[in-house]
Nanobody, 121 residues
Framework: VQLQASGGGLVQAGGSLRLSCTAS????????IGWYRQAPGKEREWVSY???????VLSDSVKGRFTISRDNARNTMYLQMNNLKPEDTAVYYC????????????????WGQGTQVTVSS
């Protein structure tokens, strides 16, 4: 069971990035999935998630700018990030759990390795 995240980078404020996270060893389509982030000196926070019943939720800080999705055929989840702000700078982690309804109830069983997103002003 493994998650492999990619797509981070350096972008100017107002720019866009798309993060990808591909699963191996289990099926994302029937799992609770989502993204967390951790900025330097701050606690890890959830950014967006999709529940096991396919409801998508965005945190207030990214609502209207980020979109979460998954491609079951590719066994991959995505986080499309538009209109990025310097405060979005963080390491982003994908996460998934085959048993939980959502990844914010309890710590999910599977985590990606993290991908750095840096937004310059």
């Amino acid at each position: 069971v493994q998650l492999q995240a990619s797509g981070g980078g350096l972008v100017q404020a107002g720019g866009s990035l798309r993060l990808s996270c591909t699963a191996s060893g289990f099926t994302l389509g029937s799992s609770a999935i989502g993204w967390y982030r951790q900025a330097p000196g701050k606690e890890r926070e959830w950014v967006s998630y999709i529940t096991s019943t396919d409801s998508a939720v965005l945190s207030d800080s990214v609502k209207g700018r980020f979109t979460i999705s998954r491609d079951n055929a590719r066994n991959t989840m995505y986080l499309q990030m538009n209109n990025l702000k310097p405060e979005d700078t963080a390491v982003y982690y994908c996460a998934a759990d085959q048993s939980l309804h959502s990844i914010v109830i309890l710590s999910p069983e599977s985590w990606g390795q993290g991908t750095q997103v840096t937004v310059s002003s």
